[in-house]
């Protein structure tokens, strides 16, 4: 007993399961008292309620795509890129058939993860790097795809653009993706190769395979937020998708995402991460802020999560 006693002690404060599991739930609750306060509860009318879900959309479903690739400890900055590509392609067929146009999105987010799997797997270069160069790839492409003028979905797409469409589709994908994540073999060998890819080999998981499935499997997800953003937005410029990667990464990380351990991860991460994301950054947005506060104030916050919940023993491991 005093053995146990003496190891739980051990554990650092903020490392310990029920800290780690509070803190960004304490978080959440600080920020939106903290403005309503300063807003005069304007932040949390039903109309500004509306429109902050309404924005959280494609957020929530591109963040399941790097939740995953995060869990088996990788990094994937190519999602902002990836998504304007997808939604060009959304655009595209959309004049021909909306559901054709979901699969089109699905299908060219899938090839890019594919793609981002095959050389980080079998080209052993690190996610981080092929992310990178993924991002600054299919950013030069959608560029060019609209250098002439936006590319424009459909004018009727505007029509699935409701509150009870888009949230029963976001709903559908993030129960589809909980129950395989938590009750299939999958989800357990994500964590497995999170917590240690050389256990994991031992323990009879072909790790290869798995991550260039779960490569895969975020793009063909982003392809499913490309769709929401097509509807929303209706046209795709060169800039579409900008910056979703930073946004991605510091939601969940606010959502109390671990850095670097799989074994750690918790599915709700993703939605507490991203609607805390989006008070915080609503809010400066409705204190009328200036662009560089608002990034200065994000930027600080994404790095005292990343301190607060990357392990201090082994460091930062990019896989």
């Keep these: 007993m005093d053995t146990t006693k003496k190891s739980a002690e051990q554990v650092p404060f903020l490392e310990r399961p029920i800290v780690r599991t509070v803190l960004p739930i304490a978080g959440f609750v600080i920020i939106c008292v903290l403005f309503a306060f300063l807003t005069d509860g304007r932040l949390f009318q039903p109309k500004n309620l509306s429109l902050l879900l309404s924005?959280?959309?494609?957020?929530?479903?591109?963040?399941?795509?790097?939740?995953?690739?995060?869990?088996?400890?990788?990094?994937?900055?190519?999602?902002?890129?990836?998504?304007?590509?997808?939604?060009?392609?959304?655009?595209?067929?959309?004049?021909?058939?909306?559901?054709?146009?979901?699969?089109?999105?699905?299908?060219?987010?899938?090839?890019?993860?594919?793609?981002?799997?095959?050389?980080?797997?079998?080209?052993?270069?690190?996610?981080?790097?092929?992310?990178?160069?993924?991002?600054?790839?299919?950013?030069?492409?959608?560029?060019?795809?609209?250098?002439?003028?936006?590319?424009?979905?459909?004018?009727?797409?505007?029509?699935?653009?409701?509150?009870?469409?888009?949230?029963?589709?976001?709903?559908?994908?993030?129960?589809?993706?909980?129950?395989?994540?938590?009750?299939?073999?999958?989800?357990?060998?994500?964590?497995?190769?999170?917590?240690?890819?050389?256990?994991?080999?031992?323990?009879?998981i072909r790790v290869e395979r798995t991550k260039m499935l779960i490569f895969m499997t975020a793009g063909c997800i982003t392809g499913l937020a490309a769709f929401v953003n097509a509807i929303k937005v209706g046209s795709v410029t060169s800039t579409s998708g900008n910056q979703l990667e930073t946004q991605i990464m510091i939601a969940l990380v606010l959502g109390g995402m671990p850095v670097n351990d799989g074994a750690k991860v918790k599915f709700y991460n993703i939605v507490l991460g991203v609607m805390t994301y989006k008070v915080l950054s609503s809010g400066l947005v409705m204190l009328m802020m200036p662009t560089q506060l608002q990034q200065l104030i994000l930027g600080v916050i994404f790095l005292i999560e990343v301190a607060l919940f990357s392990d201090r023993k082994t460091g930062m491991i990019v896989k």
């Design 55 to 204: 924005q959280s959309y494609m957020l929530l479903i591109s963040s399941i795509g790097v939740f995953m690739v995060m869990t088996m400890g990788g990094l994937d900055f190519s999602q902002g890129s990836m998504l304007g590509v997808a939604s060009i392609v959304v655009c595209w067929l959309s004049h021909y058939n909306m559901i054709l146009a979901a699969i089109g999105g699905v299908v060219t987010g899938g090839l890019i993860g594919l793609l981002n799997g095959y050389f980080n797997v079998k080209r052993k270069i690190t996610s981080f790097i092929v992310t990178i160069c993924s991002m600054y790839l299919f950013r030069g492409v959608c560029a060019y795809a609209t250098t002439n003028s936006p590319v424009y979905a459909v004018s009727d797409i505007s029509k699935y653009n409701t509150l009870p469409f888009m949230l029963t589709f976001t709903v559908i994908i993030f129960v589809i993706v909980y129950l395989v994540f938590t009750y299939t073999g999958l989800g357990y060998r994500l964590k497995a190769i999170g917590a240690g890819e050389t256990a994991a080999r031992y323990a009879g």
